[in-house]
């Protein structure tokens, strides 16, 4: 087996297809980017999990375990920006079922879609641009179908005794038992005034299919009135561990540190700081799990979104645990991500979501939902030295043992049972 010091070492190399080599290193010997690879006949490369040889044949990165970022050329604790280096390793992981491990401080505003997110480690993500995000991934519902009749039955669906469900008729679907889907109308337009801009949109799970008719395990509650659609959501693994910080700051209202949209059931433990704007958005996600630090989030504004610590838009039964420190208006809220975001993610309140948690020092009502909302439940949350302990503007809120010292409660009810 051939040994090299560095990848631009091995990459002046001739060596056949079939041969095993290894580096010592990335750039340099030692510079915890060692490695093994496997030489194969000629391929398209791009140069990070992957790199041409000089006579044409290419040394692919064999990966066994989870993999440091320093394998695929990041480097840690400068000034220069790895986005590239990151996305790529992101990408080339997809599929393994191994995490990236960041194991130092390393500066980048990654934007990935489509694939599998798996993200770990003791370091620490910086915002490279500090108009951007730090991280944002994004997963893809499959093609909506259309809708042409939505209607309530009583009667046995799937393995399930008697049961009242939605029916719900779409020639041509695709849908099959399991299936995590949204319904959506494509009357929710960006000139709705932003209180009301979210209704239209619920989620449930495929209890049975017959035909064109899809059972799904809820009544709907909504009124769909122009061409509605129905779409599963993709079965693409999100599992983030990592702390995330802004670089001096976000002074772009609404931008948050971290951007996860439209994932089945992932996982985020993140310990996000210092932004002016959000710390972390979830968009059109279901059964988002985790625990979320927050900690020195601006409260510029009443507007804007300045100083939100977890902002759930669009998504549907969450277990989300925070602990939010430090300057912050809301520990969390529900809301839309733009009215002019008429993406499917966004379609829809959040709905059903159970909130835990502490927060300290919140600049405003600690534990908050705006309009868009349905049935959030906040379960023993804690507050202390804040304006309020709670406001509630949403539908069916519940809010359970509250404990702390401000407890305060600043309702706005609208249909809710707060």
């Keep these: 087996m051939k040994i090299f010091n560095s990848v631009a070492q091995m990459k002046l190399a001739t060596i056949k ?22 030489v194969v006949a000629s391929q398209a490369a791009d140069g990070y999990g992957d790199h041409v040889l000089v006579n044409g044949t290419v040394a692919v990165l064999q990966v066994g375990a989870d993999v440091d970022s320093a394998k695929f050329g990041v480097i840690y604790g400068g000034s220069t920006d790895q986005t590239v280096a ?33 993200i770990k480690g003791d370091g620490e993500l910086q915002s ?28 046995t669906v799937g393995a399930r005794s008697e049961a009242t469900v939605s029916k719900i008729t779409a020639a041509g679907h695709a849908l099959v038992v399991g299936d995590v889907v ?23 799970v495929v209890l049975d299919v017959v035909g064109n008719d899809v059972y799904i395990n809820r009544v709907l509650e909504e009124t769909y009135t122009t061409t509605p659609k129905i779409a599963s959501l993709t079965n693409t693994n999100c599992d983030i561990q990592l702390k995330i910080t802004s670089t001096d700051g976000n002074l772009t209202a609404g931008s948050a540190i ?18 002016d704007g959000v710390g972390l958005a979830i968009h059109g996600c279901y059964q988002t799990t985790g625990f979320i630090s ?17 902002i759930e838009a669009g998504t549907g039964l969450s277990g989300i645990t925070i602990n939010q420190t430090g300057s912050c208006r809301h520990a969390y809220t529900t809301g839309v991500a733009s009215k002019t975001d008429t993406a499917i993610y966004t379609y829809g309140e959040s709905w059903c979501s159970n909130i835990k948690g502490k927060a300290q020092g919140a600049s405003s009502n600690a534990w908050d939902t705006h309009s868009q909302g349905n049935g959030i439940v906040f379960d023993g949350v804690e507050a202390y030295g804040v304006q309020s302990m709670f406001q509630s503007r949403s539908r069916n809120t519940r809010f359970l043992h509250p404990t702390g010292s401000d407890m305060l409660f600043f309702a706005q009810v609208r249909n809710s049972d707060t």
């Design 86 to 118: 990151l996305e790529s390793a992101i990408i080339y992981l997809s599929n393994t079922g191994f995490y990236l491990n960041i194991s130092n401080t390393v500066k980048a505003n990654i934007d990935v879609s489509d694939v599998n997110v798996r």
């Design 294 to 310: 927050i900690k020195n989030l601006t409260n510029d504004t009443a507007s804007g979104m300045y100083g939100y610590g977890v």
């Design 182 to 204: 949204k319904v959506i109308s494509e009357d929710v337009i960006p000139t709705t005034t932003i209180s009301e801009g979210c209704r239209n949109g619920e989620w449930g």
């Design 17 to 38: 297809a079939g041969q095993y080599v290894e580096t010592f290193g990335y750039y340099t010997k030692g510079d915890a980017g060692a490695a093994r690879y496997l």
């Design 258 to 275: 971290a951007i996860v949209r439209g994932f089945l059931r992932p996982t985020l433990n993140l310990d996000l700081q210092n932004n």
């Design 128 to 155: 490279f641009t500090r108009t951007s995000s730090a991280l944002r991934v994004t997963a893809e519902f499959n093609t909506a179908t259309a809708v042409s009749a939505i209607v309530t039955v009583t009667q």
